[in-house]
């Protein structure tokens, strides 16, 4: 029969095209992809040693580092499904992950050892089912497995197996499993090249999460295109200028949060003149920070690249900067609906409503790069799958041009006084004030509005008032009944590992008030 792609397959393509291009930069570790591709090898007949068989899952607990791209190659060798969670977990929360993933191995380093410990305790794994990074007095070290026979097959040959699990950090309840096959995660690397734009042969910084359906994509586009993955292993925004100007970085794929902090560093003297194409997704960018970005990079391709772990790509916008708010078209084999937003009912996929109206955004399932439902959860399918449509929980519309705009969560939505106010539509007006350095919107119970607005602010200046804010919003497009009814100053505004915002935390008191601020919360 026909031989079958998987993903192995496409980092061997790699590897013959290439072998001596630079394949992954990390800190000290610099390999070409046939020096990767033998410690790849390695590492997988060690696993293999271990015991692991196709389709067991191979949790990581680890922040971007090398080891843990090449962990990720090994899987796909072996027919493992990788699957990785974040470092920064609680004990109870990778316990969980432990248990639900039926894990065969886990893999953590020093900044992660503690928790991971914690769940042990909790969901035992035999000692030598665990391998450290970076120490030998728990689990085996990693450095052991470099030492292993290479495995020399036979590689996988099902591409409609599941090769990765990610979990998404949900904004409710527990984490759920989003079981990837080879199929779809190859059609959304390659959609995702075709649609951002790469070229063979760059250098792409590897600063989102592993654990995250972005970095992922990161590595798997560096790899398909024989360009170089360049870890940064936690977020420091000045290590990424740092590295955009050693490693001369062409492509940034991140969140706004981190676009936020580079327009907003100290950048004079500093070279970022090899950066040609810049693309942000998982979450909304405000229509200041996309013209401040532009700014920046005058010459780069600019994209707003729209899509979940479930369904990789919903839609995409380039050419930016010609209208800032939006998410473009559908992608490549794809379709969006906009259907009546209401969380507490089961909206059907043919309740749509009229161009230019508010409601949730459903996308195909027929998508190439769909997920086929959730890891063990069909409560939480038959939330989200309906009908061969999958129910984004996102709030959008469409314009007369067919172009998509997001406007937030359906969760998010604000009912004050009877209206709908988009949190999002309120955070764009005042994060273009130059005294807010950082913006939440919420909507707090409100005996006489039923929900009233109200503003988490992180200030950008000392002499920031309710009444400065107030009369921004009143000298603004915003509509005068969507203006924040309460003010707090606050000196953290919460996100997840990913730079999302955290509303949910808002909501349950979980900051922390500025002195020196007058609140009106």
């Known amino acids: 029969g026909k031989p079958i792609m998987t993903l192995i397959n496409m980092l061997s393509s790699s590897f013959e095209r290439n072998s001596s291009a630079v394949a992954i930069v990390s800190k000290d570790t610099r390999l070409s992809y046939s020096?990767?591709?033998?410690?790849?090898?390695?590492?997988?007949?060690?696993?293999?040693?271990?015991?692991?068989?196709?389709?067991?899952?191979?949790?990581?607990?680890?922040?971007?580092?090398?080891?843990?791209?090449?962990?990720?190659?090994?899987?796909?060798?072996?027919?493992?499904?990788?699957?990785?969670?974040?470092?920064?977990?609680?004990?109870?929360?990778?316990?969980?992950?432990?248990?639900?993933?039926?894990?065969?191995?886990?893999?953590?380093?020093?900044?992660?050892?503690?928790?991971?410990?914690?769940?042990?305790?909790?969901?035992?794994i035999p000692n030598e089912r665990v391998v450290h990074l970076d120490c030998n007095k728990f689990g085996q070290n990693f450095a052991s497995l470099l030492g292993a026979k290479p495995f020399n097959g036979p590689w996988p040959d099902d591409s409609k197996s599941i090769c990765l699990m990610l979990y998404?950090?949900?904004?409710?309840?527990?984490?759920?499993?989003?079981?990837?096959?080879?199929?779809?995660?190859?059609?959304?690397?390659?959609?995702?090249?075709?649609?951002?734009?790469?070229?063979?042969?760059?250098?792409?910084?590897?600063?989102m999460p592993l654990f995250h359906t972005m970095g992922v994509r990161t590595l798997l586009m560096s790899v398909f295109l024989d360009s170089t993955f360049v870890c940064l292993s936690t977020y420091e925004i000045k290590e990424v200028i740092k590295l955009v100007e050693t490693e001369r970085i062409n492509n940034l794929f991140l969140v706004p949060t981190m676009f936020h902090d580079l327009v907003h560093s100290h950048l004079s003297g500093r070279d970022l003149s090899s950066v040609t194409n810049i693309a942000y997704a998982g979450m909304s960018m405000t229509t200041d920070l996309v013209s401040r970005c532009s700014k920046l990079f005058p010459q780069a391709e600019f994209s707003n690249f729209y899509g979940s772990s479930e369904i990789y790509t919903f839609a995409?916008?380039?050419?930016?900067?010609?209208?800032?708010?939006?998410?473009?078209?559908?992608?490549?084999?794809?379709?969006?609906?906009?259907?009546?937003?209401?969380?507490?009912?089961?909206?059907?996929?043919?309740?749509?409503?009229?161009?230019?109206?508010?409601?949730?955004?459903?996308?195909?399932?027929?998508?190439?790069?769909?997920?086929?439902?959730?890891?063990?959860?069909?409560?939480?399918?038959?939330?989200?799958?309906?009908?061969?449509?999958?129910?984004?929980?996102?709030?959008?519309?469409?314009?007369?041009?067919?172009?998509?705009?997001?406007?937030?969560?359906?969760?998010?939505?604000?009912?004050?006084?009877?209206?709908?106010?988009?949190?999002?539509?309120?955070?764009?007006?005042?994060?273009?004030?130059?005294?807010?350095?950082g913006v939440a919107v919420i909507g707090m119970p409100d005996s006489r509005w039923g929900e009233k607005v109200t503003a988490f602010i992180e200030p950008g200046s000392a002499n920031l008032s309710i009444k400065y804010l107030d009369e921004f919003c009143l000298n603004s497009d915003l509509a005068r009944f969507k203006r924040p009814k309460a003010y707090a100053f606050v000196q953290e505004i919460p996100r997840s590992a990913s730079g999302k915002l955290m509303r949910r935390h808002l909501r349950t008191g979980d900051y922390k008030l500025l002195d020196g601020y007058q609140h009106s919360i």
Not at 354 to 379: Q, V
Request: glycine residues 10%; charged residues 25%.
């Open 35 to 124: 020096e990767w591709f033998q410690q790849i090898s390695s590492v997988a007949g060690a696993i293999e040693e271990i015991g692991l068989q196709q389709g067991d899952h191979l949790v990581t607990i680890l922040s971007n580092r090398y080891e843990m791209a090449t962990l990720y190659w090994a899987c796909q060798m072996l027919g493992l499904i990788f699957t990785p969670f974040n470092w920064r977990a609680s004990g109870a929360e990778i316990a969980y992950v432990l248990e639900d993933a039926e894990a065969k191995l886990v893999v953590c380093e020093t900044r992660s050892e503690f928790a991971l410990k914690e769940a042990l305790d909790l969901f035992p």
């Open 168 to 207: 998404t950090s949900g904004t409710t309840g527990r984490p759920k499993g989003v079981p990837r096959s080879h199929d779809a995660e190859i059609f959304a690397t390659v959609n995702c090249i075709a649609q951002l734009r790469y070229k063979y042969h760059q250098s792409n910084l590897g600063v």
């Open 316 to 437: 995409v916008r380039n050419n930016l900067a010609g209208n800032p708010g939006s998410a473009g078209r559908a992608g490549i084999g794809q379709r969006l609906k906009i259907v009546r937003a209401d969380p507490d009912k089961f909206i059907q996929p043919n309740e749509e409503v009229p161009i230019g109206e508010t409601g949730e955004i459903i996308a195909s399932m027929a998508s190439l790069d769909a997920f086929s439902g959730y890891w063990k959860r069909p409560d939480a399918d038959k939330k989200a799958i309906r009908g061969g449509w999958y129910f984004t929980g996102d709030l959008g519309r469409f314009d007369a041009n067919g172009e998509i705009y997001v406007l937030g969560r359906v969760d998010d939505m604000i009912i004050s006084g009877g209206e709908n106010i988009y949190a999002e539509e309120v955070e764009d007006v005042l994060a273009k004030s130059p005294d807010v350095r």
